[in-house]
């Protein structure tokens, strides 16, 4: 991976967050969601990974005292050289900073690159939601990972 770097995401990088989210899920957020998140959501916590321009996002939930990771997406031409699993850890560390004791995210069934990452960082698999994903129906593997007593 080349010059990658992680910080937090800003109301201004929320058009090169959209485009990353359009190229990335059959059913997009819209622009206007994530200028929402950014401004009216107190608990949102997102990141970008940029190189010279925005290539990847993650976004978490803060709930009492779990994380909900809302989405990851990297842009097609950088994915599988990293930008996935750095803006993860970087998530992770800042649920740890937040004090949270787990993390948690569903994510396609048929979506195994995304699963063998989140496995490969200590996530375990918990459970199906059947039919979660509106566009085709397809059921969500939950994840969870345990952060308290993990380091």
């Known amino acids: 991976m080349t010059n990658v770097s992680v910080r937090k995401m800003t109301v201004m990088d929320a058009p090169g967050v959209h485009a990353v989210e359009l190229e990335s899920f059959a059913t997009p957020w819209t622009l206007e969601s994530f200028i929402a998140e950014m401004t009216q959501n107190p608990n949102a916590y997102y990141l970008v990974a940029e190189t010279d321009e925005i290539?990847?996002?993650a976004g978490l939930w803060h709930i009492a005292d779990e994380?909900?990771?809302t989405n990851v997406a990297v842009k097609q031409k950088a994915?599988?050289?990293?930008?996935g699993e750095t803006l993860l850890v970087a998530l992770i560390e800042q649920a740890r900073?937040?004090?949270?004791?787990?993390m948690t995210l569903e994510v396609r069934v048929s979506?195994?690159?995304?699963?063998t990452l989140y496995?490969?960082?200590?996530f375990l698999y918990a459970g199906t939601r059947k039919r979660y994903y509106q566009d085709n129906n397809e059921d969500a593997?939950?994840?969870w990972l345990e952060l308290e007593g993990d380091e």
């Open 97 to 102: 900073q937040l004090g949270l004791r787990a």
């Open 55 to 57: 290539i990847g996002f």
């Open 119 to 122: 496995e490969k960082l200590g």
């Open 141 to 143: 593997a939950i994840y």
């Open 79 to 83: 994915r599988g050289r990293g930008t």
């Open 67 to 69: 994380g909900h990771i």
């Open 111 to 115: 979506n195994t690159p995304a699963r």
